[in-house]
């Protein structure tokens, strides 16, 4: 098992920064990439961006050249740093963690969830 507590959300103006953190706990050997991932109210939870244990990210398009994910192995840490808010990134931001095992293989896990609201 691995749990994850999130912080750094809240309310901030258009164009305005926010730094998520999402710490891991439990058995953090076992984690290859971590990520997170947002939903909007009404709509699907969707990839934001995720780091492999190497240091490798992927993004999704909308938050290229804004959003800038990394993580902290010794600390067990993932950061989302966003900056140039946009209203329409308003949403929960969920940080997940995928861990691999011989015994349990492939398994995801979730945080509580952080709520980002951006003013216009």
């Known amino acids: 098992q691995v749990q994850l507590v999130e912080s750094g959300g809240g309310l901030v103006q258009f164009g305005g920064s926010l730094r998520l953190s999402c710490a891991a706990s439990g058995m953090t050997f076992s984690i290859t990439t971590m990520g997170w991932y947002l939903q909007a109210p009404g709509k699907q939870r969707e990839l934001v961006a995720v780091?492999?244990?190497?240091?490798?990210?992927t993004y999704t398009d909308s938050v290229k050249g804004r959003f800038t994910i990394s993580r902290d192995n010794a600390r067990n840490t993932v950061y989302l740093e966003m900056n140039s808010l946009k209203p329409e990134d308003t949403a929960v931001y969920y940080c997940?963690?995928?861990?691999?095992?011989?015994?349990?293989?492939?398994?995801?896990?979730w945080g509580q969830g952080t709520q980002v609201t951006v003013s216009s």
């Open positions: 997940n963690t995928q861990t691999w095992t011989l015994d349990d293989g492939p398994r995801g896990f």
């Open positions: 780091v492999a244990r190497g240091g490798q990210t």
